[in-house]
């Protein structure tokens, strides 16, 4: 049975190969172009853009919805002993 699957396998690749060549494309590029950039000529002015400038955003300020602490010797003391 596998033999069987095998050749039929190498048979329809023969014949894939076969019909492919009639139909093959062939593109071929130019080997080698030349441009001449003086004959090139570019009307208009050269000028510098001007004044560029930035407007700064107004920043926008959050309050903290935390409660403010100015001590933490309780929480140290807590993870000191904690290391202990």
Do not use: H, W
Request: net charge positive; charged share 35%; glycine share 6%.
């Amino acid at each position: 049975m596998k033999i069987v699957f095998i050749l039929m396998a190498l048979l329809s690749i023969q014949v894939q190969a076969q019909e492919s060549k009639g139909k093959s494309i062939r593109y071929e590029y130019k080997k080698f172009e030349k441009f001449d950039f003086d004959e090139i000529g570019v009307e208009g002015e050269a000028g510098s853009p001007g004044d560029l400038s930035i407007n700064p955003r107004a920043r926008n300020e959050f309050r903290n919805k935390l409660p403010e602490r100015t001590n933490f010797n309780r929480e140290i003391k807590k993870s000191v002993e904690v290391i202990r």
